[in-house]
């Protein structure tokens, strides 16, 4: 069940990124997704893990410059 999830989880990101460059010539704006886990021995920390999903919108409007 862990490797299905895997899969279905590196399909999703790759999709998005395989999707992202002709967004971003598009609408001037990327996205990126990242998943993270560790397994370290430091006290307090029990195997983190987590999900990183970041926005970036680039306005080009003119200021009058």
């Given at each position: 069940?862990?490797?299905l999830?895997a ?39 029990d ?19």
């Amino acid at each position: 069940m862990r490797k299905l999830c895997a899969v279905i989880l590196s399909a999703v990101v790759w999709l998005v990124a395989a999707g992202t460059p002709a967004s971003a010539a598009e609408h001037q704006s990327t996205l990126s997704a990242g998943y993270l886990q560790t397994h370290t021995d430091m006290p307090g920390s029990d195997d983190l893990k987590g999900i990183n999903v970041n926005t970036v919108m680039n306005l080009r409007t003119r200021w009058g410059w």
